[in-house]
């Protein structure tokens, strides 16, 4: 919001949010010194925004990082996931059920995954917080890598590939 708000407006314009929940873009508007309005039906996050509002009055950032406090409320209903180590990524897990969703030409069942699959339906069932967001991989149509900014570790070595037609090609380094 920093950024947007920087270049679009100048010092003493307004800035309108009218889904305000907890207050980031009215509390970069004020960092910016630009006038603000925003709208907010729920009490709990009205509050939580005052609160904020006047932390960067008192000098306090309300951007802070909290590391030791695991946040006490978020916008879904979906349940926190408990922090874990993940023996497999939760990447390539979906990676697999792309390849199997291709094999069997559908959106694969948790039958399927554990017919299926090379890694136990628990890995599934407890790193992912719903089955949707396990076969939201095999929904997609992009290329899914398990790499980064599509770089892949091969022979110790780093090789850059660029898509061209759905495929990759490697770049000369």
Same mark, same amino acid.
């Given at each position: 919001?920093?950024?947007?708000?920087?270049?679009? #407006?100048?010092?003493?314009?307004?800035? @309108?949010?009218? +889904?305000?929940?907890?207050?980031?873009?009215?509390?970069?508007?004020? %960092? @910016?010194?630009?006038? +603000?309005?925003?709208?907010?039906?729920?009490?709990? =996050?009205?509050?939580?925004?005052?609160?904020?509002?006047?932390?960067?009055?008192?000098?306090?950032?309300?951007?802070?990082? $909290?590391?030791?406090?695991?946040?006490?409320?978020?916008?879904?209903?979906?349940?926190?996931? *408990?922090? %874990?180590? =993940?023996?497999?990524?939760?990447?390539?897990?979906?990676? *697999?059920? !792309?390849?199997?969703?291709?094999?069997?030409?559908?959106?694969?069942?948790?039958?399927?995954?554990?017919?299926?699959?090379? &890694?136990?339906?628990?890995? &599934?069932?407890? &790193?992912? #917080?719903?089955?949707?967001?396990?076969?939201?991989?095999?929904?997609?149509?992009?290329?899914? #890598?398990? =790499?980064?900014? $599509?770089? @892949?570790? *091969?022979?110790? %070595?780093?090789?850059?590939?660029?898509?061209?037609?759905?495929? =990759? !090609?490697? %770049?000369? $380094?």
């Amino acid at each position: 919001m920093y950024r947007l708000i920087s270049l679009f #407006t100048n010092e003493n314009e307004f800035v @309108l949010d009218p +889904f305000n929940g907890v207050g980031s873009t009215t509390l970069t508007a004020q %960092q @910016l010194k630009r006038n +603000f309005v925003g709208i907010e039906l729920s009490a709990y =996050y009205h509050n939580i925004t005052c609160t904020r509002h006047q932390e960067l009055t008192d000098g306090i950032d309300p951007f802070r990082k $909290n590391n030791d406090e695991t946040p006490k409320t978020k916008n879904s209903h979906v349940k926190r996931l *408990e922090k %874990q180590d =993940y023996l497999v990524s939760k990447k390539q897990l979906q990676l *697999e059920v !792309k390849q199997i969703a291709l094999q069997i030409g559908r959106k694969p069942t948790k039958e399927d995954i554990a017919a299926l699959s090379q &890694y136990p339906i628990a890995y &599934y069932e407890n &790193y992912f #917080t719903s089955w949707g967001e396990v076969t939201a991989a095999a929904r997609t149509t992009e290329c899914m #890598t398990e =790499y980064k900014n $599509n770089i @892949l570790q *091969e022979d110790g %070595q780093l090789r850059l590939f660029e898509e061209k037609k759905g495929k =990759y !090609k490697k %770049q000369a $380094n």
